[in-house]
């Protein structure tokens, strides 16, 4: 009976009005306010269901995180679930509320109210409140991060850092073991000025388009991958980074990836070629660029196709130079342009239908690179 069941608890376990609930639908109030009494003694829950330490500092250490969401996991002594499970078998109990569930329910709606964040199967971070030792320890587990940032850039502006001076691009302690030097370029940026910022780990970076210091981007932005283990400010706008970064450099767009990256999907660029002739440019020039088709990258082995196909929307004179504006399909996908460029002596070159030597140079301002994400 419900009122046996009670009393057992009561006068056995000392149980708490908390864990009274857990295991009793509707108690009457006798026993509610006799449960009150025992918040401290409670043998079902060792008085952490009534302990608003574990509030505080569950909250404090949550609030040094700037994040969407959260979830709570808990860890408890091998007593607390041994005597549960003893009541449970000897009652022959059913429908109860198991102390971990219901500890790590009351955190959740407090914290989530108190901090407005919200609660998540698949949330940004973890918090784990540990008790098997006897001590109250807590501790944040990190979801790993994925963003993706886009920057606007001038031509031939520094992307790329040099080798650390130290270690020769090896890694080593002084250059947080990236192999890359602290100097003004926008690789240094991202992997020791923007971690700081952020609270972040040095981050592993992904550069679709490599070192292309050729092109001149605007629009949406020259496009780049950021991967954390540990962030703690994940909630940033671009236009409070903006004020640190280095100079030629803009950023457009700094956010979070759900899930991952796509790295086998090929992408699209819309742009703006323009090349210059040994011959000049006039309207067979013109009709020479529109069946242009490809652009290749020369490396140390071998040529690799770059961009496959052209859409030109329009062809045009411009500073006397060839020029068409349209949709570029690239030749290959992300995965394989990582580390596409080979050395510093690697160059993007133009081919047919141009005839050799006819092409003196080529500009290649991109306004939006369609990256999947």
């Given amino acids: 009976m419900k009122e046996d069941l009670e009393d057992l608890l009561l006068e ?21 306010k006799r449960a009150k009494k025992n918040r401290k003694a409670c043998a079902l829950c060792g008085g ?15 609030k040094q995180y700037l994040v969407r969401s959260f979830n709570v996991g808990v860890r408890l002594p091998e007593n607390l679930e041994k005597t549960e499970e003893k009541i449970v078998l000897e009652n022959d109990i059913t429908d109860y509320i198991p102390l971990r569930k219901a500890l790590a329910n009351s955190l959740r709606k407090s914290l989530s109210k108190s901090l407005k964040i919200k609660v998540s199967s698949s949330p940004d971070v973890n918090l784990i409140l540990d008790f098997t030792s006897g001590s109250k320890s807590m501790y944040v587990i990190e979801k790993k991060a994925i963003f993706k940032a886009s920057f606007i850039k001038e031509r031939n502006t520094r992307l790329l850092a040099g080798p650390c001076k130290v270690c020769g691009g090896k890694g080593c302690p002084s250059c947080s073991w990236t192999g890359k030097e602290k100097d003004e370029s926008l690789e240094s940026w991202l992997l020791f000025e923007l971690p700081a910022f952020l609270k972040a780990s040095v981050p592993k970076l992904i550069w679709p388009l490599k070192d292309m210091s050729e092109a001149n981007f605007y629009g949406n932005g020259y496009p780049v991958y950021l991967i954390f283990s540990s962030i703690k400010l994940r909630k940033i706008a671009p236009l409070v980074l903006n004020q640190f970064l280095p100079n030629n450099f ?33 309207e067979e020039a013109l009709k020479t660029l529109e069946r242009l088709n490809k652009i290749k990258i020369a490396g140390r082995e071998s040529k690799k196709v770059w961009i496959k196909s052209f859409f030109f929307s329009s062809v045009f004179f411009e500073k006397e130079m060839c020029c068409g504006m ?27 239908p141009f005839k050799p030597g006819d092409v003196l140079g080529f500009t290649l301002d991109v306004f939006r690179v369609n990256l999947p994400d």
């Fill in 12 to 32: 056995s376990f000392k149980a708490c009005d908390h864990c009274l609930k857990r295991f009793v639908k509707n108690p009457s109030m006798n026993s509610i």
């Fill in 48 to 62: 952490l269901m009534s302990d608003r330490e574990i509030i505080s500092k569950s909250k404090a250490l949550l």
């Fill in 250 to 282: 803009r950023m457009v767009s700094f956010y979070e990836i759900k899930g991952g990256l796509r790295l086998s999907s090929q992408f699209t660029i819309d742009a703006k070629l323009c090349v210059k002739l040994s011959h000049g440019c006039d």
């Fill in 326 to 352: 349209g949709r570029f399909d690239s030749g290959i996908n992300l995965y394989n342009l990582f580390g596409l460029r080979e050395t510093e002596k690697d160059k993007i070159i133009l081919e047919k």
